[in-house]
């Protein structure tokens, strides 16, 4: 997930572009923010969902 992600945040932001990512309801979507931002952003996102795996 985090691979798919990090192509994910790449293309938007070459593109500028915004992307939304959703899983069971809870939906990531990052604009605006700088790069640092985005990455705390991401991994508390991911650590919501791969906590118990």
Avoid at 10 to 37: F, M, N, P, Y
Avoid at 45 to 52: D, E, F, N, Q, Y
């Amino acid at each position: 997930m985090r691979t798919i992600l990090g192509a994910v945040r790449g293309w938007a932001q070459r593109t500028d572009r915004v992307v939304e990512v959703s899983l069971g309801g809870d939906i990531l979507k990052v604009t605006g923010v700088t790069s640092e931002q985005q990455e705390k952003i991401i991994n508390d996102w991911l650590a919501r969902h791969t906590a118990g795996s």
